[in-house]
């Protein structure tokens, strides 16, 4: 009988992510990725892995997509309408 996980390892999450063993752990350090410590291992709660993933939003990250929203549109609006009228 399979029991299903409960957390994943840095190199679970790596592979889930697409991304190098090395940049979780450094998210891990940097405090973007919540991760407890066991033993010399870090494992990552699969109740957290839904913000890891992107799917939550941090207020930092809605300020910086919405400047960034603001920049496209102060340079390229006019393009921009031209485009959605055709």
Same mark, same amino acid.
């Given at each position: 009988?399979?029991? $299903? &996980?409960? @957390? @994943?390892? *840095?190199? $679970? =999450?790596? %592979? /889930?992510?697409n =991304?190098?063993r ?5 998210r891990? +350090?940097a405090? &973007? *990725?919540k991760?407890e &410590?066991v033993?010399?291992?870090? /494992? *990552?709660? #699969? #109740? %957290? =892995? $839904?913000?890891i993933?992107g ?6 990250? #809605?300020?910086?997509i919405e +400047?960034g929203?603001? +920049?496209v549109?102060? $340079? @390229?609006?006019?393009? /921009?309408?031209? =485009?959605? #009228?055709e």
């Amino acid at each position: 009988m399979r029991t $299903e &996980k409960s @957390y @994943y390892t *840095i190199k $679970e =999450l790596a %592979d /889930i992510m697409n =991304l190098s063993r090395v940049t979780i752990f450094n998210r891990i +350090k940097a405090g &973007k *990725i919540k991760a407890e &410590k066991v033993g010399r291992n870090y /494992i *990552i709660h #699969k #109740k %957290d =892995l $839904e913000g890891i993933l992107g799917n939550d939003l941090t207020a930092d990250d #809605k300020i910086s997509i919405e +400047k960034g929203v603001k +920049k496209v549109l102060n $340079e @390229y609006g006019d393009t /921009i309408r031209m =485009l959605g #009228k055709e």
